[in-house]
């Protein structure tokens, strides 16, 4: 069974950090290209940040040089950290893996991050 679990979010002022993690199980890890991607109130889903399984990240233009996304393989756990922090960050942060040769996704169930202005 897959799993993957965030944790990390919470209430933060403006310009302030945090550090969203996400523990995944159920899947080779080191196989799976992992992302995080957020869902404000009345809008899409979105891309956030990604590295793939040979460490090559890739980010959205509205959080270059204020996020950044790593992962540990020996603990199957990816991470983003989040500095600056705008109210317009203000969203529920979910957790993806994608197989890089099965193509099949994962979500985790979200972690909500509110920033105050």
């Known amino acids: 069974q897959v799993q993957l679990v965030e944790s990390g979010g919470g209430l933060v002022q403006a310009g302030g950090s945090l550090r969203l993690s996400c523990a995944a199980s159920?899947?080779?890890?080191?196989?799976?290209?992992m992302a995080w991607y957020r869902q404000a109130p009345g809008k899409q889903r979105e891309l956030v940040a990604g590295?793939?399984?040979?460490?090559?990240?890739y980010y959205a233009d509205s959080v270059k040089g204020r996020f950044t996304i790593s992962r540990d393989n020996a603990k199957n756990t990816v991470y983003v950290q989040m500095n600056s922090l705008k109210s317009e960050d203000t969203a529920v942060y979910f957790c993806?893996?994608?197989?890089?040769?099965?193509?099949?996704?994962?979500w985790g169930q979200g972690t909500q991050v509110t920033v105050a202005s």
């Open positions: 159920g899947i080779i890890f080191s196989s799976n290209t």
């Open positions: 590295i793939t399984s040979g460490g090559t990240t």
């Open positions: 993806n893996a994608k197989g890089r040769t099965t193509g099949r996704e994962y």
